[in-house]
């Protein structure tokens, strides 16, 4: 029976297009361990969503952030001193070539607007004359949010992290502790005065020293969580790109469509080459054990 020439051009296609799936399955499945990887959404490069724990209102982005308690559940004398939540956050911009000290003075200059200043700023450049350096800042707490928000308007976003924490346990810790050493070297004072022996108040006085050192101590820790509840520090890495941002157009969907083709098409490819270097052996194997089989009937 003959085969149409159109029926072998569908077989060929038909046979090709089984090679190229079975090459891709072949090189997902062994090499990527995930097959239906390319029809997955690609992760937005501005954000890591593997990180994500909570969305920051009013950024419109996604945050990593994590919450975290110290000591025991905080009482009652909460009300008495209020929240103390530590808020710092670091944020990672990458902006257009010769952008770089418009940006670096306008966060400088946000900063200075919310009473806020710079802790500490560095940048360098490179060889290809592309500039690149971090900044930091301490602005209110309360201003958090929208100083945050308006960093991400100023260059494309490639990491923005939050970090909070409830000090409000150690705080109230703090003041509980601090009237006790109060009360405690007050005790020492008044048995200071009705000492009657040199020794008495040589002991008295360094046991003083040693309560007015926790005393201090006290207070100073006590003045951080102060501080730092009412202003949050804000890192900012900044660099220039190398090439301007694209702005979409009409035709991104297409391209990136096809980008996803391409892909597709090239790791079939290497599936096929796969293929090819785990059977070549064994089809010459195959073959020289067919043409010894053969052989040996051509003798016979």
């Known amino acids: 029976m003959k085969i149409r020439k159109s029926t072998k051009v569908i077989l060929i296609v038909l046979c090709a297009l089984i090679l190229i799936v079975s090459g891709y399955f072949l090189y997902s499945l062994f090499l990527k361990g995930d097959f ?31 919450l975290e308690r110290s000591g025991e559940t905080v009482s ?11 808020k710092n956050g670091s944020i990672s911009l990458i902006v257009d070539k010769g952008k770089f000290f418009e940006v670096w003075n306008r966060i400088s200059f946000e900063a200075t607007s919310l009473s806020g200043y710079v802790s500490g700023s560095n940048y360098s450049r490179q060889d290809n004359d592309y500039y690149y350096g971090t900044i930091s800042v301490i602005i209110p707490a309360k201003d958090f949010d929208n100083f945050t928000a308006t960093l991400t308007k100023l260059g494309k976003v490639v990491s923005l992290n939050v970090l909070t924490k409830d000090v409000s346990g150690e705080y ?6 601090l009237k006790v050493l109060e009360e405690q070297r007050n005790l020492l004072l008044g048995w200071l005065t009705e000492a009657k022996t040199v020794q008495d108040m040589i002991a008295l006085r360094n046991e003083i020293q040693s309560v007015e050192t926790e005393i201090e101590t006290t207070k100073g820790r006590m003045n951080y969580i102060e501080f730092h509840t009412e202003y949050s520090e804000v890192t900012i890495s900044l660099s220039e790109k190398e090439t301007q941002f694209l702005k979409p157009g009409p035709f991104t969907p297409i391209i990136e469509g096809l980008k996803v083709l391409y892909n597709a098409l090239i790791k079939s490819l290497f599936g096929l080459l796969f293929i090819v270097v785990i059977l070549l052996p064994w089809g010459i194997v195959a073959y020289l054990v067919y043409r010894e089989i053969m052989r040996r009937k051509a003798r016979g």
């Open 172 to 177: 109230v810790d703090l003041s509980s502790r």
């Open 36 to 66: 239906f990887s390319f029809l997955q959404p690609p992760i937005s490069p501005e954000i890591d969503k593997s990180t994500v724990e909570r969305s920051e209102p009013g950024t419109g982005y996604y945050l990593s952030a994590e």
């Open 76 to 86: 009652s004398q909460d009300s008495q001193y209020g929240l103390k939540i530590l």
